[in-house]
Nanobody
Framework: QVQLVESGGGLVQAGGSLRLSCAAS????????MGWFRQTPGKERESVAA????????LYADSVKGRFTISRDNAENTVYLQMNSLKPEDTAVYYCAAANRLTMNHIAYNYWGQGTQVTVSS
């Protein structure tokens, strides 16, 4: 199996930036597409961004296009989410996950991290 650990969350003012990291161990990291998701209490888990196994293709939710960038470093077994121009609506627990194909559908992701809290104040 794959173990995923998110880090980099915290409290930031609106308009600020954070970079989330997701470190993987276990199975070969480069075999998987990776995604970032977020969830707030009472809401469904929302797809944020995804990246193909080799980083050649990316997908973004409309709500974050132009502000967030997903990337990966397979040599370091790490995927990143650079979040710029943060808004209070971005406040959520952010999760990274691994899938066998590039998709924004959370049901296709078989491995999940524990999540990291992002809070954007105004």
């Amino acid at each position: 199996q794959v173990q995923l650990v998110e880090s980099g969350g915290g409290l930031v003012q609106a308009g600020g930036s954070l970079r989330l990291s997701c470190a993987a161990s276990g199975r070969t990291f480069s075999s998987y597409a990776m995604g970032w998701f977020r969830q707030t209490p009472g809401k469904e888990r929302e797809s944020v961004a995804a990246i193909s196994w080799n980083g050649g293709s990316t997908l973004y939710a409309d709500s974050v296009k132009g502000r967030f960038t997903i990337s990966r470093d397979n040599a370091e077994n790490t995927v990143y989410l650079q979040m710029n121009s943060l808004k209070p609506e971005d406040t959520a627990v952010y999760y990274c996950a691994a899938a066998n194909r590039l998709t924004m559908n959370h049901i296709a992701y078989n491995y999940w991290g524990q999540g990291t809290q992002v809070t954007v104040s105004s």
